[in-house]
């Protein structure tokens, strides 16, 4: 049996449950009704809504926030600085960043740190790629295997490399905002904490 390793000030809510071989770091807090699959890694400063499903192989690698009602699927990444807003599916093997400039060993690069958000209704597909720093709008759906570069704002489906606008998505695949609903945003503590670049 593989055991899971899990930090005593960590915060697991109510009806939490984790699979085999999960490591959950100091510092992070997970909702209500949250299932994590086998073998997941939560990285300090990761922030779980409520309703959430994690599924086998995936991982935080920081300060990140992942709303409520949202299906992550198997091997997929969410890096540090990485906001999901409410009602998001990813995919399996979904990758996303948090670097501008890769600063390894190259100390004259300006070391920069971008903040990805993406929108409540969101639907990421399979082993898609987002660069640091983008925006997916609500209800934006991307192709599987496609390529995000720049921020994708307006509602309809995008696919390939990069990704581009392909049609409007039809109507019954949209998610409605409450009217009370405002963004997610990092406090100024957690940036200095574990941003210090953004």
């Not at 295997?145 to 390939?160: E, M, R, T, W």
């Given at each position: 049996m593989i055991n899971n390793f899990i930090e005593g000030d960590a915060?697991?809510?109510?009806?939490?449950?984790?699979?085999?071989g999960c490591v959950i770091e100091s510092d992070v807090v997970v909702g209500d009704n949250v299932k994590l699959g086998h073998n997941v890694v939560l990285k300090s400063g990761t922030r779980f809504g409520n309703n959430i499903d994690f599924a086998d192989y995936c991982c935080t690698t920081g300060m990140c926030y992942v709303g409520n009602n949202v299906a992550v699927r198997t091997r997929s990444t969410i890096s540090k600085s990485v906001i999901i807003e409410d009602n998001v599916f990813i995919g399996a093997g979904v990758m996303t960043s948090h670097t501008?400039?890769?600063?390894?060993?190259?100390?004259?690069?300006?070391?920069?740190?971008?903040?990805?958000?993406?929108?409540?209704?969101v639907v990421i597909g399979s082993h898609t790629n987002l660069v640091a720093g983008i925006t997916l709008g609500q209800?934006?759906?991307?192709?599987?295997?496609?390529?995000?570069?720049?921020?994708?704002?307006?509602?309809?489906?995008?696919?390939?490399?990069?990704?581009?606008?392909?049609?409007?998505?039809?109507?019954?695949?949209?998610?409605?905002?409450?009217?009370?609903?405002?963004?997610?945003?990092?406090?100024e503590d957690m940036l200095r904490k574990y941003l210090p670049y953004a």
């Open positions: 915060i697991l809510g109510r009806n939490y449950s984790c699979g085999y501008k400039n890769v600063y390894h060993c190259r100390p004259k690069i300006t070391r920069k740190q971008l903040i990805t958000h993406i929108y409540p209704g209800n934006v759906v991307v192709g599987y295997s496609s390529l995000v570069v720049k921020d994708l704002l307006l509602s309809g489906i995008y696919f390939g490399h990069p990704a581009r606008y392909v049609m409007d998505l039809p109507e019954e695949m949209k998610v409605n905002l409450p009217l009370d609903w405002v963004p997610y945003e990092f406090s």
